[in-house]
Nanobody, 122 residues
Framework: QVQLVESGGGLVHPGGSLRLSCTAS????????MYWYRQAPGKEREMVAL????????DYADSVKGRFTISRDNDNNMLFLQMNNLKPEDTAVYYC???????????????WGQGTQVTVPS
């Protein structure tokens, strides 16, 4: 079955860096664009970054442009998020997920993992 396992989060002081990883299984990873999302306490889940299936196109939320870099390794079914110059407002649980085509092909179902907590104290 579809599994998404996020890792690499932690507590880091403002200005610090973290590298998140997402290990995917149960679907053809290289077929789909992939997203990183995050959800802060009391807020809705928001898109952070998107990478196309081959990795040639990347998009970012305005709040993270110039600080975060999304990448992928299709040979090993892995997605990454390099986060630099972290700010307190980046504090959230971070999730990975395949794109809307994947969701449509799975009858609208999402397969959220447990996420990985990133904490940047103010």
């Amino acid at each position: 079955q579809v599994q998404l396992v996020e890792s690499g989060g932690g507590l880091v002081h403002p200005g610090g860096s973290l590298r998140l990883s997402c290990t995917a299984s149960g679907f053809t990873f290289g077929f789909y664009a992939m997203y990183w999302y995050r959800q802060a306490p009391g807020k809705e889940r928001e898109m952070v970054a998107l990478i196309s299936s081959a990795g040639s196109r990347k998009d970012y939320a305005d709040s993270v442009k110039g600080r975060f870099t999304i990448s992928r390794d299709n040979d090993n079914n892995m997605l990454f998020l390099q986060m630099n110059n972290l700010k307190p407002e980046d504090t959230a649980v971070y999730y990975c997920h395949p794109d809307e085509v994947f969701v449509a092909r799975n009858s609208g179902a999402h397969f959220w993992g447990q996420g990985t907590q990133v904490t940047v104290p103010s």
